[in-house]
């Protein structure tokens, strides 16, 4: 892409194509950038540019007092198609460590971390994008719209390589209660300190009632059935045959 600079302001066209105007003007003169035309974890950086908790990039030689006032919490400088990593710092994760926006297996605590949970996603890994389940020119979008189990369906199938293995729906799971999302995207985070959980989870891989245990993060069984406990929910898994190995 040339030198030239955005012209919209706030999130438009741009944000996730790059500049346009020549685009606009002449389309054979100058090309837009199409996410889906790429390598799917750059592409997945469009998303990621605001989808993400993150850290000025100059904290890597500074310290936040050295910014203050001038903290950034957005990518200044990156275009799409350019590496995201040169642009911004991701907010830091241990594996077992606790911190204010994670829990200690990776789960966000907060809205606005879809990014960071999907990048250690197996979907991520298997080149899923955030875009194979949202269309970013809907207003009527996932989010503000449930989409029923057909979304996932579209590329799983009972007894298919990718799973759910078992036969049919009543062998994965004799809850009759929950789609795919209440088991699989439970709402984890809050949009506001004092708001209830709103906001789905996107690590996708199922969070059991011992994680629960261990680190204080909610689980879609007694999140829905508020009124069992840890081991009712354990002992349903066991019946299941869905018992992880410790
Ligand atoms: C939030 C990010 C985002 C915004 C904002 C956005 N797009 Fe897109 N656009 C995408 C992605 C991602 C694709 C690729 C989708 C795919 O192939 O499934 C795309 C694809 C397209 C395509 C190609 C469609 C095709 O079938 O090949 C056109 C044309 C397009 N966008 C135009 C626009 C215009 C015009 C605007 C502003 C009114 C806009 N987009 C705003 C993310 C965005
Ligand atoms: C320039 C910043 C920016 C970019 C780039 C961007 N988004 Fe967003 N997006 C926002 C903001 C701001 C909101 C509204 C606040 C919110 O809901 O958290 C939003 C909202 C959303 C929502 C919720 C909409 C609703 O109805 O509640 C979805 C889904 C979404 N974005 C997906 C995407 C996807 C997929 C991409 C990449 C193709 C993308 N966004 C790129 C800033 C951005
Ligand atoms: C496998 C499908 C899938 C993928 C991949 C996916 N999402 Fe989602 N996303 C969903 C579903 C389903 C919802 C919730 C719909 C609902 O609550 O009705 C959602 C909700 C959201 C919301 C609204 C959150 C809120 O505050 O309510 C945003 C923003 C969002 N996704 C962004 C992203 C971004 C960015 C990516 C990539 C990093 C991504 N999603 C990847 C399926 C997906
Ligand atoms: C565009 C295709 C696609 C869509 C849409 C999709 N998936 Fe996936 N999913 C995959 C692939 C590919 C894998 C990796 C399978 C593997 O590793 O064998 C996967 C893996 C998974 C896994 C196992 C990951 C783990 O960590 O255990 C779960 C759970 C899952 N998907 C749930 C969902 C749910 C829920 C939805 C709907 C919101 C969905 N998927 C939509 C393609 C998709
Ligand atoms: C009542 C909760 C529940 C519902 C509803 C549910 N699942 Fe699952 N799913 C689970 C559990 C529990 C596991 C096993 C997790 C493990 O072994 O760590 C699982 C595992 C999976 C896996 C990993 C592969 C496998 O077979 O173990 C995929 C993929 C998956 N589910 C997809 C889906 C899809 C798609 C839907 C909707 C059609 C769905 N699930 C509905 C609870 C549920
Ligand atoms: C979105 C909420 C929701 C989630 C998440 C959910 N359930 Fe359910 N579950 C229900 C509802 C509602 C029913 C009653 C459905 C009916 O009667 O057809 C039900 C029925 C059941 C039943 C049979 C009735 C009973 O109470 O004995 C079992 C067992 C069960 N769920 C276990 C689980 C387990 C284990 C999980 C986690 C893997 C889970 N459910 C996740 C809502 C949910």
């Not at 199409?34 to 750059?42: G, I, L, T």
């Not at 799983?156 to 293995?165: A, E, Q, R, T, W």
């Given at each position: ?172 799971t004799?809850c009759?209660?929950a789609s795919c999302i209440d088991c699989h995207m439970p ?19 199922f ?13 879609a069984c ?25």
């Amino acid at each position: 892409m040339s030198q030239q600079k955005r012209i919209e302001a706030g999130i438009g066209c741009e944000s996730c194509h790059g500049p346009g105007s020549v685009h606009a003007k002449d389309e054979r003169k100058e090309s837009i950038y199409k996410a889906s035309d790429h390598d799917s974890h750059r592409a997945t950086e469009v998303c990621l540019q605001c989808h993400m908790r993150n850290r000025d990039k100059r904290m890597e030689r500074l310290e936040l007092k050295d910014l203050f006032g001038d903290v950034r919490d957005y990518p200044k400088g990156f275009e799409p198609g350019k590496p995201l990593i040169n642009y911004k710092l991701q907010a830091p994760f241990r594996l077992g460590q606790e911190s204010k926006e994670f829990y200690a297996n990776g789960v966000g605590k907060k809205n606005r971390m879809q990014g960071n949970e999907f990048v250690h996603s197996i979907m991520y890994k298997h080149g899923i994008t955030c875009f194979d389940c949202h269309d970013p020119h809907k207003l009527d979008s996932t989010s503000t719209t449930p989409p029923g189990d057909a979304l996932c369906m579209k590329c799983h199938d009972y007894g298919s390589v990718i799973g759910p293995h078992q036969k049919n729906r009543q062998a994965h799971t004799s809850c009759g209660g929950a789609s795919c999302i209440d088991c699989h995207m439970p709402k984890m985070a809050r949009h506001l300190k004092s708001s209830p959980l709103t906001v789905r989870t996107h690590v996708f891989g199922f969070i059991t009632p011992d994680d629960t245990r261990q680190y204080g993060v909610p689980n879609a069984c007694t999140g829905c059935h508020t009124g069992r406990t840890l081991e009712w929910a354990e002992k349903q898994l066991e019946q299941w045959g869905m018992t992880p190995w410790k």
